[in-house]
């Protein structure tokens, strides 16, 4: 990943387009967790969905390229997907912070 920062774009205006986008086609997301990167350089979200299985307790995201589609720019993205079991408990990714550092984004029940 490239290590320049991206500081002519609203990285939490992107993430919350793509966490409110993410919730659209899967409804099971109830919160997402955004934390900032202070060097701008990627957008770090973690869904917490009623419709996913348990891990171990680490949160290992998957990651997602930079690239430009017809609507603009997409930034390096991280994005996991969690129990709400896990919630608050899971180990973070190297650099992410802690829990304590994020934004949360409510979406609500499925079918609310």
Do not use: C
């Amino acid at each position: 990943m490239d290590d320049k920062p991206f500081p002519l774009f609203d990285l939490e205006a992107e993430a919350r387009t793509l966490a409110e986008t993410n919730h659209d086609f899967e409804p099971a997301i109830i919160r997402t967790y955004w934390f900032p990167d202070p060097a701008k350089r990627e957008v770090r979200l973690v869904h917490i969905s009623t419709d996913t299985f348990e891990k171990d307790g680490v949160i290992r995201p998957f990651y997602f390229a930079p690239y430009q589609d017809d609507k603009g720019f997409v930034p390096p993205t991280a994005i996991a997907l969690i129990t709400p079991e896990q919630e608050r408990s899971s180990s973070l990714p190297k650099g992410w912070g802690d829990w304590d550092n994020a934004d949360v984004w409510v979406w609500g029940e499925p079918g609310q």
